[in-house]
């Protein structure tokens, strides 16, 4: 195929910067030029085959995954998943980590396995999401005594721990103490109590 000449290849540009760059129609682009709906698309046509317009698709999906490969090298981390995302509400946002968090543990819990859990809006979401197709002999411990500061559903550390639980047939553990407490002594001595050393415990095995 002949390359078009210098005159040629200013009006295929011409006419790609007003499709591609302008979003005009190509009958909007026929009728400003004063030409053909059907040159238009030909001029198209032409744009891409001298590589004047170059179609470049890009899954977010491999960025993420590239991305979650260099943090899991930089950061020693054996597991990192990086969740794409348009949103611009903090709440989508936190359902779609949710649902990628959800379908990791899905996938990857076992029987026997000892999993803690956190409190906080993004892992309220994660629990409410819970709908594993098949149950789990587990263990679910929470990391985090109740909060007494705050009165949020997401919060309420036993609540939690008992219902991601219950939705995978599992067994849970509470931890009867809030999250904060005045001071040292009364920190060791909690560790100490019978109702709560059984849990901190199962932190080694999770």
């Given at each position: 195929m002949a390359r078009p000449d210098s005159e040629q290849i200013a009006t295929l540009v011409e006419v790609a910067n007003l499709?591609?760059?302008?979003?005009?129609?190509?009958?909007?682009?026929?009728?400003?030029?004063?030409?053909?709906?059907?040159?238009?698309?030909?001029y198209l046509q032409k744009a891409r085959q001298q590589q004047i317009v170059r179609i470049e698709i890009?899954?977010?999906?491999?960025?993420?995954?590239?991305?979650?490969?260099?943090?899991?090298?930089?950061?020693s981390i054996e597991a990192v998943i990086v969740v794409p995302h348009g949103h611009m509400s903090a709440e989508l946002t936190r359902r779609a980590i949710a649902a990628a968090a959800v379908d990791y543990l899905e996938s990857h819990l076992q029987d026997g396995d000892v999993f803690g859990l956190g409190?906080?809006?993004?892992?309220?979401?994660?629990?409410?999401?819970?709908?594993?197709?098949?149950?789990?002999?587990i263990v679910v411990v929470p990391l985090l005594g109740e909060s007494i500061y705050t009165t949020g559903a997401y919060t309420q550390?036993?609540?939690?721990?008992?219902?991601?639980?219950?939705?995978f047939g599992?067994?849970?553990?509470?931890?009867?103490?809030?999250?904060?407490?005045?001071?040292?002594?009364?920190?060791?001595?909690?560790?100490?109590?019978?109702?709560i050393q059984p849990v901190v415990e199962k932190w080694e095995e999770l």
């Open positions: 499709y591609y760059k302008e979003n005009l129609s190509q009958r909007e682009i026929a009728d400003k030029l004063g030409v053909s709906r059907s040159l238009i698309a030909l890009v899954n977010p999906q491999d960025s993420a995954a590239n991305l979650a490969l260099e943090l899991r090298a930089r950061a409190w906080g809006r993004t892992t309220t979401r994660i629990v409410e999401l819970l709908a594993p197709t098949q149950p789990r002999d550390m036993n609540q939690l721990v008992m219902q991601t639980a219950q939705n599992g067994k849970a553990h509470f931890l009867l103490a809030p999250v904060m407490v005045g001071s040292n002594t009364l920190h060791d001595l909690l560790l100490k109590d019978p109702a």
